[in-house]
């Protein structure tokens, strides 16, 4: 094995991180090409974040859509565990960032994946041949698979607190918009209210959509692959995260835990007291 010369070591440290993100020199700074003097005060925050995503920016109506979406996602109360966990977390005394990626941290499959999972299911619905001639068809192949590999749930219908999500109508109109100016096709938004029909024709009673459906319609729509679709979630309920978190840390609260002092929990464990042996 031949000993590289400097000039090799050096091209190979550079090329070790390889970013077409951002470039950036002394008085430099460049996103996707496009100097940063240049964007500040000229696009949105939502525009940024698909500029950064997908290297170009959006037209008004994709900012506008992905700008909804992200809006609506903000956050649910403190119900919620994420915020649950980050009021929790601001009365322990650790730094914002500390609460911040405590409350991140379990945004997972189960809270907050749900919407990558659904545009999972819609691009397997959407990539079937059978989807062009019998959608209907399709949806209830695609629901019967999922059901057998994941069981009865499925992600992006239903929700526990409201019987019809009033997110949804609004987004649901941007979509139509958006559709009728020709930039979005509207074949997810088909797709998802098939769904939710082919959900009613296995159960019997109509599962309405909630936020994570729409918002996996929105993105799929859009054009996003459903691992971005949570990554944008996050992004979104930050916000909440932040938001109750800074509210949490002025109320000026110490060791607060999930439940009153006042509430106990339940011991189910042996009777006392018992001795070793």
Known sequence: MSEKTPEELLAEAKAYWTTSIIDIHPGKIAMRGYPIQDLIGKITFPQMIWLMLR???????????????????????????????????????VELNNVMASAINVLGTVHGGAGQECMQLYEIIAANPKSEKDLPGAVDDALAEFVAEHG????????RFHPIDPRCAPLFALIDQAREAGVVTGRYAVIGREVEAGIKRRSGK?????????????????????PLGRGLFILSRSVGILSHAWEEISH???MKGP??????Y???????PRKPE
């Open 266 to 272: 339940t011991y189910d464990g042996p009777k006392g």
């Open 252 to 254: 000026g609260s110490r």
């Open 152 to 159: 009865k749930i499925i992600p992006g219908f239903g929700h």
């Open 259 to 264: 439940m009153p002092k006042s509430i106990p």
């Open 55 to 93: 290297g170009d920016l959006p037209n008004a109506m994709q900012a506008k859509l992905l700008d909804a979406a992200l809006v609506a996602s903000v956050d649910h109360g403190p119900h919620a565990p994420s915020i649950a966990i980050a009021r929790m977390a601001a009365t322990t005394g």
């Open 206 to 226: 109509p599962i309405p959509m909630n936020i994570d459906g729409i918002t996996a319609v929105i993105f799929c729509e859009l054009g996003f692959a459903p």
